[in-house]
């Protein structure tokens, strides 16, 4: 398959450098802003939108939000009735992409995190009225990101609030901790170390353990230790609920935007 990229931003970059491990694509087209250079020799530059959305099989709109309306409009004469066209424009609901294309009928819309850039990301997908087998195509693209997860639109916003904005938070706890460290004695390049790949580790334990989050808190928690006394602090400064209002509040602040 052919796949084109409107927009070569951070996030056309992260999807291009992704898809060459696709065992489907076939090649990879983009179009940028004047004056800028692709910088991935398995990627071609595109004369235009036009000319990027009449020859590609899936189409990427990685424009920022209050620029794909135009784009996707100037586009919309251009698309195969058999292209499926991607958007990872937060806050943009599926109605508003099938009018702005005139009534396209395979579109997907995705949100990609910012780990998506070295692999590790996590993109949650949603459509409409879309063969099973398409929908399974957009998400199997996603994956050579990281994660992929195909939900309901009307979990979008709450997904914009926790995976979404969700590494904003973790890196917010990797700059306490650390700094935590260099209070405690480490250089600050050895107390981030210490730390990142402490949540590293901790998150992948929970992907591949068949465990409940509490559980894993639990065996580190030993009777009369450390851990329990570090936990308590934590439970007194509120973080859990804090963590909790800060998800919800992006979430709320998404649908907002999307209204």
Request: aromatic share 4%; net charge negative; proline share 4%.
């Amino acid at each position: 398959m052919h796949v084109g990229i409107l927009g070569y931003g951070t996030i056309g970059r992260a999807i291009a450098a992704g898809l060459r491990e696709h065992d489907a694509v076939r090649s990879i087209a983009a179009t940028t802003r004047r004056g800028l250079t692709l910088d991935d020799p398995a990627v071609t530059m595109s004369a235009s939108n036009a000319e990027l959305a009449t020859h590609c099989d899936v189409l990427f709109a990685c424009v920022k939000p209050f620029q794909l309306e135009g784009v996707l409009r100037d586009v919309a004469p251009f698309l195969k009735p058999e292209t499926v066209l991607v958007s990872t424009a937060a806050s943009v609901r599926l109605d508003q992409l099938h009018e702005w294309t005139n009534g396209h009928r395979l579109i997907v819309r995705a949100m990609p995190n910012m780990p998506c850039r070295i692999g590790e990301g996590m993109t949650v997908l949603c459509a409409r009225d879309l063969p099973p087998e398409t929908l399974e195509l957009a998400r199997s693209l996603f994956a050579t990101l990281g994660r992929a997860l195909v939900i309901d639109e009307s979990l979008m916003d709450a997904a914009t609030g926790l995976s979404g904005c969700g590494p904003a938070y973790i890196y917010l706890v990797i700059e306490a901790l650390t700094d935590a460290g260099v209070k405690l004695g480490f250089s600050h390049a050895v107390a981030r170390e210490l730390v990142a790949q402490t949540v590293l580790g901790s998150a992948r334990m929970v992907l591949e353990c068949d465990e409940h989050p509490a559980a894993l808190k639990m065996a580190v928690t030993t009777p009369a230790g450390c851990t329990v006394d570090g936990l308590m602090e934590l439970e007194d400064g509120k973080l859990r609920s804090t963590l909790l209002r800060a998800a919800v509040a992006a979430a709320t602040r998404s649908a907002e935007l999307a209204s």
